[in-house]
């Protein structure tokens, strides 16, 4: 390794702020109705921790995080704090490239595009958030997803995917994103486990 590698911290600190504004401005546009208090309860939502990381892992950046060989060897690279603060560094580091247009085109792409189809509140929750707290509980690994098949013309897309653990498929999903795929297969598997343990 080169001695000359720096630490993404100011970039984090950077690219948080810039992602707070958008996200406020895009629940702001989106949600005309709601009041203070719903924007900032979806807000937090949508910035925290495990919304960031499990976007990262589907961007797959713990591939290029460098760390000693210790920390890899104890899955450093795919912890969610690792994962998220590696995502605002990289909107951080669009902000400053490209300015607040392409930070944004990013975010709402990556990061929003995908929960639009999930009421992400408490009522109705992240549900590749809620498997993966429920995997780790239990087996201490997280669950893989993996696009089974495309279909439909290029702006029409339909991606299947499955969620599985140790190789054993948990659920089956579809959607127009890998990301909204992801979501109903994690849906899937966790119906598929209530009515396991409900039996």
Excluded: C
């Excluded at 892992?57 to 912890?79: P, V």
């Excluded at 339909?158 to 127009?176: D, P, Q, R, Y």
């Amino acid at each position: 390794m080169g001695g000359n590698l720096h630490s993404n911290q100011r970039l984090e600190f950077l690219g948080d702020s810039v992602l707070g504004l958008i996200v406020s401005d895009d629940l702001y546009e989106e949600k005309p109705s709601w009041r203070e208090g719903d924007l900032t309860k979806r807000k937090s939502v949508l910035v925290s921790k495990n919304m960031l990381a499990e976007s990262a892992r589907s961007l797959e950046l713990g591939e290029y995080l460098r760390f000693s060989e210790e920390e890899l060897e104890a899955g450093g690279n795919d912890r969610d704090s690792a994962l998220a603060d590696a995502l605002e560094a990289v909107i951080g580091a669009l902000y400053i490239d490209g300015g607040l247009i392409a930070a944004a085109g990013f975010v709402k792409r990556e990061l929003l595009g995908p929960v639009r189809s999930v009421d992400v509140t408490d009522e109705h929750p992240n549900y590749k958030s809620e498997l993966q707290e429920r995997i780790q509980a239990e087996y201490r690994i997280h669950p893989r997803y993996k696009v089974t098949r495309t279909e439909g013309p290029d702006h029409e897309k339909i991606f299947t995917v499955e969620v599985s653990v140790a190789k054993t498929v948990l659920g089956v999903g579809s959607g127009l994103s890998k990301k909204e795929a992801e979501q109903s297969a994690a849906r899937e598997a966790l119906k598929n486990a209530h009515r396991d343990s409900g039996s």
